[in-house]
């Protein structure tokens, strides 16, 4: 996807010329920011990327040694204003509009998943402390920002893992601080050798078992302490995984370590949202953003590989078979889809941060549906970049197999799809669909499929509303379905008004109405099911 597509993607977005405009950022250098990511992505981040699937991380002597060039890439980005482009700039940032770091983040998330995953827990755990412990982040940002430490986030442990009420790490009272005792786990970045100081945003409990959720509050543990000697944390292992060779996985032992406690006890959940509300848009990046690498990978290929056409003439390239060119219109469709939601999430997250209360109605049902549909385009993409390589696409010789190994992570992390879908469903849809569907309506104005889908979402809302809650339950998936084909959708059509005609947005939109059929299919299920 090139630059000059991303920035039509944003001036189509409502409100984004706004939050250019505050930014003081015309299309001229907007358009830079984004060419420039670009090239970093291709020329630095996807070779890296390459060498560190095949070489994966490793420890050596209680440390994880990360692949070579991920120290100086890391530095690079800081120096560069990449980590927190859009950290306000007295705490090192840049202050670009969430969008635009978004925007500029696809092709780099799509190059290399696995190693931008450490700038992103970065990113976030910097946003969280600016929004939560103004002292600390006057001290952490900066060097955040910089690339000079790092920071990641530590929720899960063995078990406890979505079910956080469950968490027993515990945090003590020492004289005037804390000290934090426990394993944490799914922990990724937990410790390398990339920065010179890694601080955990980990949660842990100052009340009761019994408390559940109430009783966590949240910390930072920095992994040395103000004289240089190290913190009471262990590394115990990193993941044999299925992929992202390039992220270490770790799963760490807290004993008796130092901590310092953030925001109030017992509100550590709340604190620490600010955190998981960025780093689940980030999910949805990197989906959209394999979605368009392997868009753009099988189209060049398809474009090189010679087969077929008359014997007695030269072969002709694989592109011009009817069957291929369905597939790569697809490939197509999927990631100017993708693209368009996490912009238009990014952009509507933003004017909720400026206190519109409908933008924020909207951005909390259009998260869940970035984070799940961004990580689904991903793995589609993916899969179909194998399909139109062929043999070769099953081989490590292109990247396609590892960009399928990598993206399949992104629909379980940071929240599952089944989470996902009870948040659209419970939270959003049931309890303010009359504010989603106005926001919805007045910045999606298909004319066409749009509207159609919007009205067989209200009423598949309608027949849950007074189903029995183990029915609503059976029928979430299909209800976050149903509102991911109304919002695709939308985007599509307005796609088709500002890049103009499209034959991978109408091949998407040609089969809209039967995907929605197949989702009113799901709720007729839960509600037959549910009886049994």
């Known amino acids: 996807m090139t630059p000059e597509t991303l920035l039509s993607l944003l001036d189509a977005t409502p409100g984004w010329t706004a939050q250019a405009a505050a ?65 306000d700039p007295d705490l090192g940032g840049m202050g670009l509009p969430l969008a635009l770091h978004a925007a500029a983040s696809l092709p780099m998330e799509g190059a290399a998943l696995p190693f931008m995953m450490a700038l992103g827990s970065t990113r976030a755990a910097a946003h969280c402390l600016a929004a939560t412990a103004p002292e600390l982040a006057a001290e952490w940002c900066p060097k955040l920002a910089s690339g000079q430490w790092a920071a990641t986030i530590c929720i899960s442990e063995p078990d406890a893992g979505s ?56 910390f930072l543990v920095a992994d040395t302490l103000q004289d240089g000697s190290r913190n009471g944390i262990f590394v ?34 709340p604190a620490l949202f600010n955190m998981i509300e960025l780093m689940r848009l980030q999910v949805g990046v990197q989906g959209a953003g394999v979605a368009a690498t392997c868009a753009t990978l099988a189209r060049d290929y398809a474009g090189d590989r010679r087969q077929g056409g008359r014997p007695d003439a030269a072969p002709v390239a694989i592109a011009t078979h ?18 368009a939601l996490v912009v238009e999430t990014a952009v509507t997250l ?57 993206a399949r992570i992104t629909t379980i992390y940071e929240g599952t799809t089944g ?49 029995k809650p183990e029915a609503q339950a059976f029928a979430a998936d299909a209800a976050l379905r149903a509102a991911w084909e109304v919002v695709a959708a939308g985007l599509a059509e307005r796609l088709l008004g500002s890049l103009g005609p499209s034959a991978a947005l109408d091949l998407w939109l040609s089969g809209a109405a039967a995907r929605m059929g197949l989702a009113e299919a799901g709720v007729d299920w839960a509600l037959t099911v549910s009886d049994r």
């Open 23 to 87: 930014a003081d950022l015309d299309d001229t250098a907007t358009l830079q920011i984004l060419s420039e990511a670009a090239k970093f992505a291709q020329t630095a981040l996807a070779p890296l990327a390459a060498h560190a699937d095949t070489a994966g991380c490793r420890v050596e002597d209680g440390r994880v040694r990360t692949p070579d060039g991920y120290a100086h890439a890391f530095r690079q980005m800081g120096a560069d204003g990449w980590i927190a482009a859009d950290l």
């Open 163 to 218: 079910d956080v009420g469950r968490i027993r790490t515990k945090a003590t009272a020492e004289g005037e601080g804390w000290t934090v005792s426990g394993t944490k786990c799914w922990i990724s970045f937990g410790d390398h050798d990339m920065a010179e100081r890694i601080g955990q945003l980990c949660l842990a409990r100052t009340g009761a078992p019994e408390e559940g959720t109430r009783g966590l509050s949240l």
């Open 236 to 269: 115990e292992r990193i993941e044999e995984k299925l992929g992202l060779h390039g992220s270490p996985t770790c799963v760490l032992r807290f004993e008796s370590a130092e901590a310092t406690l953030i925001g109030t006890p017992g509100r550590g959940l």
């Open 322 to 339: 009817p069957d291929v060119r369905r597939q790569l219109w697809l490939m197509e469709a999927r990631a100017l889809i993708a693209a």
């Open 350 to 406: 933003g004017q909720a941060q400026g206190g519109d209360p409908e933008a924020a109605a909207l951005s909390a049902f259009l998260l869940p549906l970035a984070k799940t549909f961004g990580g689904e385009m991903g793995q589609a993409n993916a899969c179909a970049a194998i399909q139109v390589l062929g043999g070769a696409g099953y081989t490590r010789e292109w990247p396609a197999e590892r960009h399928f190994r990598d």
């Open 419 to 467: 989470m996902q879908a009870q948040d659209v469903l419970f939270r959003r849809l049931l309890k303010d669909g009359a504010t989603i569907r106005a926001a919805l309506t007045a910045r999606l104005e298909g004319d066409a499929v749009f509207p159609a889908l919007l009205a067989r979402l209200d009423t598949l809302v309608e027949r849950l509303s007074g189903a």
